[in-house]
């Protein structure tokens, strides 16, 4: 990430940071009823958690800090597990205040009771579903069986298995041992093609590179392959296509790759391509997504997959004419209570869609996690799709 783009994230960040805890203090203030040392001790205990909020992905991304010792590990997952925790309250509390200025007045002796009673309950129950949330990040990836059906699919092709990872974030949480379970798992499927589209790292080649080591042993008959998401371009994205390619992985740059099989009379072909990330052009001018490029192919009408970090691309795989497109980016959320909002800002946040009486799309909703560890509700997924002829 360029000087000017850093710039802007410390102070965007940083200004999101003091303004959610600000309210957060003076919504509980206002409901949990706290003696004068209760809220002077809630007051420093935010401005603390907020300084350490901001500098969990400060140092992250900013100074580089790669958390590879236990006292820095455990101090950033401090600094991630208050950002959900805060998060949460914010939205939580954030809504009970909007639910009661569009009520009508309770009795105000009942208002100041069932108030605080709610507002302690509120906190109780969201600590007590954060805590939950880590469990269930720290749980690792589950094996989420999809079949998805091509009218034009080859026949030869018919029961072709691609286990598909998203969002890994390989970085200042999730380290060597959480990718070799995850690359355990594929194995055990023995897929035909292996997906990775994007947001794979967290962290530069230099920082991640024993970390990324289990890598090495993914493999499938078809090959394993790569398109670019987001956090590739704050982390390096040249030294990582470049760090990818060297263990046998197969890059896509808005390309496509053509399998090949005998259907005992004649060879049928399968187009696998690649775009890079739908905002890559932010960073990087000469990494602009083009579907029309990945698509081009000698027969046109070929069945046609598409690896592509952000299901915005969607559009412009439809008018490729790719037949599925293969994206993760959501994270579906990743927790309640903001998978919520997820749902209603996107029109495509997990599973599968079909778009069109030609194009579907499957949404996978992060292998790993961001921010946070907590994935309450929407467990982190390896996506194991069979593609069937309809």
């Not at 783009?5 to 999101?16: D, K, P, Q």
């Not at 605080?116 to 720290?138: D, P, Y």
């Not at 990330?277 to 046609?304: I, Q, T």
Request: charged share 20%.
């Amino acid at each position: 990430m360029n000087t000017s783009l850093l710039i802007r994230f410390v102070i965007f960040f940083s200004a999101v940071t003091a303004l959610v805890c600000t309210l957060t203090y003076f919504m509980l203030k206002r409901r949990l009823g706290l003696s004068p040392r209760g809220n002077r001790a809630l007051k420093w205990f935010l401005v603390l958690s907020g300084g350490m909020i901001f500098w969990g992905p400060f140092s992250a991304r900013v100074l580089r800090s790669s958390a590879t010792s236990l006292p820095d590990y455990l101090f950033q997952w401090l600094q991630f597990s208050l950002l959900g925790w805060i998060g949460s309250i914010f939205l939580v509390f954030g809504f009970v205040e909007m639910v009661r200025l569009a009520s009508k007045p309770f009795d105000p002796k009942k208002r100041i009771f069932l108030s605080t009673g709610l507002a302690r309950g509120l906190v109780a129950g969201t600590t007590a579903s954060s805590i939950l949330g880590m469990f269930e990040a720290n749980a690792g990836p589950a094996v989420h069986e999809v079949p998805i059906r091509l009218p034009r699919l080859p026949a030869s092709f018919d029961g072709f298995r691609i286990a598909v990872i998203s969002d890994v974030h390989v970085g200042p949480l999730i380290h060597r041992d959480y990718l070799e379970n995850v690359v355990q798992q594929i194995e055990g499927l023995s897929p035909d093609a292996v997906f990775i589209t994007g947001d794979l790292v967290d962290g530069t080649v230099a920082e991640l590179r024993e970390q990324m080591e289990p890598l090495r042993k993914l493999s499938a008959r078809e090959g394993v392959y790569f398109c670019t998401g987001n956090h590739e371009y704050y982390s390096g994205v040249h030294e990582w296509i470049a760090h990818l390619e060297s263990m046998g992985i197969h890059v896509f740059k808005n390309s496509n790759h053509v399998l090949r099989r005998s259907n005992g009379q004649n060879e049928e072909h399968l187009l696998l391509a690649g775009v890079y990330d739908h905002n890559a052009p932010r960073y990087e001018p000469l990494h602009e997504s083009r579907a029309d490029l990945a698509a081009r192919y000698e027969n046109p009408d070929l069945c046609k997959i598409l690896l592509a970090h952000n299901p915005f691309s969607i559009k412009e795989a439809a008018k490729a004419g790719f037949d599925l497109q293969v994206s993760g980016h959501t994270h579906a959320g990743q927790f309640y209570p903001y998978t919520f909002l997820v749902k209603l800002a996107l029109r495509y946040s997990e599973g599968h869609y079909v778009v069109n009486e030609r194009t579907q799309l499957y949404v996978n909703r992060g292998t790993g996690f961001w921010g946070p560890p907590n994935r309450l509700g929407k467990r982190s997924e390896i996506t194991h799709i069979t593609l069937r002829k309809a």
